[in-house]
């Protein structure tokens, strides 16, 4: 089988390419999705805990260019409690990684991905719009972002499912969830590396992907414009049902 310089075999970092080329688009499409996306997949052909670091690098450049693009729209009370809770809870995220089995994982991340995903495709009239909520609620929200963050990468679900029943515009709704990432990128990354899960193999995987992940953000950006918000994500949530299927489906057999 072929390999790289660095001992990897092509054909998965093709793969690994194509998935963050995808999720890229995605991310910067839709404002969120990429780790959903991402870390799935790419769990498939590597260990779930080289697919959370890899996620992590590309992550927190691609919440960068879409928060710098709306920081204007961002709504820092909900950003800044969000945040916090999700900080403090990331020790217990990155102990469950580096402590849990392949499989285990592999089957908590389908569950996640899968139980947000039905979630969105439920009709909006079941859901209940603006939610009021105390500050206190805000902060557990940003908790189980965190340890979900350091553990599988996909703090996106509490986050997604809150701010939309929170009923900010989509610029808000995209500039305050992409300062989140940002935060929650930079400490668990750090977290991360002091814990020791941060390795060579998904450093490598990284640079392969650097460039697919910008092209991918460069096409996202351009077509947001013109395609409709409640279209585009739709197909993202029957993606996310996809992803999260297929990694449960590679838990139970291996």
Known sequence: MTTTAWGLTVG????????VLVAGFVQSAAGFGFALLAVPLLSLTVPPQTAVVVVFLHGTGSSILIAAHRRADVDRVEAARLSVGAVVAMPLGALILVTASTGALRLTLGIVTCSA??????????????????????????????????????NGPPLVVYLRARGLAVGAFRATISVVFIISSVAGLAILIATGAVHAVAVHYYVLTLVPALVGWA??????????????????????LVSGMLAITKAIIG
């Open 12 to 19: 998965s970092v093709v793969f690994a390419g194509v998935v």
């Open 117 to 154: 995903a039905v979630y969105m495709l439920l009709p909006s009239t079941r859901r209940r719009q603006d939610l009021i909520v105390r500050p206190w609620t805000t902060y557990a929200v940003g908790a189980v972002s965190g340890v979900l963050n350091t553990s599988l990468a996909t």
């Open 219 to 240: 096409v996202g950006s351009a077509a947001a414009s013109r395609l409709r918000h409640h279209q585009f994500v739709r197909m993202v949530d029957f993606l996310l």
